[in-house]
């Protein structure tokens, strides 16, 4: 079956521009995670959503970040006025269930350079 | 606060060799999850295993194995026979029920050369 889908793969933004990731996670999973990446690092925790509730927003860096699942299933990150701090990939994770403890599946991240 | 440390930045073997990815972890709760994922070159991460900090039996499954110690707070990897197609970056990454997300820690580089 299709695994979890993110869009556009590779983004370049010039520095005060907004951008919006897209994330499709597997039909029928309940939760939703994005992380960031910075290049040589592990992935860091930034939101997750239990269907279209955002029951958790602690990791998001700033105000500038905002994360959205209106109908409980695609999901976009959006970051306003970029800065080049935000260069980064950006990973989503579904799972089936709302245990944080379920296997995450993730997608292919979206690379986002700004310049 | 939970934490995971990976010290090996980057390994190099030759196939066929064993190769043992070292994992510590930090947390004051007495049930936590442990996980491993690893991440090839094309940037997808891809779960290994699962473990609960009450089960402590090690786990082989094929050329792959960890070892859990509560004691000593790791959770080691290790790649019997290793093969080209195990480089990749490898996360071990630490949960606690309620809170959702996965700390990872920042990954050891493996390359396997033929």
């Known amino acids: 079956g299709a695994g979890v889908s993110q869009s556009p793969r590779y983004k370049v933004a010039k520095r005060g521009q907004d951008v919006a990731l897209r994330c499709d996670p597997i039909?029928?999973?309940?939760?939703l995670f994005w992380y960031q990446q910075a290049l040589g690092q592990g992935p860091e925790f930034l939101t997750y959503?239990?269907?279209?509730?955002?029951?958790?927003k602690s990791g998001l860096p700033s105000d500038r970040f905002f994360a959205e699942r209106p109908e409980g299933s695609v999901s976009t990150l959006k970051i306003q006025r970029t800065q080049q701090e935000d260069s980064a990939v950006y990973l989503c994770?579904?799972?089936?269930?709302?245990?944080?403890?379920?296997?995450?599946?993730f997608g292919p991240g979206t690379r986002l350079t700004v310049l | 606060a939970q934490k995971v440390t990976q010290a090996q930045t980057e390994i190099s073997v030759v196939e066929k060799e064993d190769v043992t990815l070292d994992c510590v972890y930090e947390t004051r709760d007495t049930t936590y999850y442990l996980f491993w994922y690893k991440q090839p070159p094309s940037g997808e991460l891809v779960f290994l295993i699962r473990r609960n900090s009450f089960d402590e039996q090690n786990e082989i499954s094929g050329r792959y194995s960890w070892n859990f110690q509560k004691s000593t707070s790791s959770f080691n990897f290790t790649i019997t026979a290793s093969q080209v197609v195990d480089s990749a970056v490898y996360f071990c990454?630490?949960?606690?029920?309620?809170?959702?997300?996965?700390?990872f820690g920042t990954g050891t580089r493996l390359q396997v050369f033929p």
């Open positions: 990454a630490l949960t606690i029920p309620n809170t959702d997300k996965l700390i």
């Open positions: 959503f239990q269907n279209e509730a955002q029951l958790d």
């Open positions: 039909s029928g999973h309940v939760s």
């Open positions: 994770a579904s799972s089936l269930d709302q245990r944080g403890w379920d296997e995450q599946f």
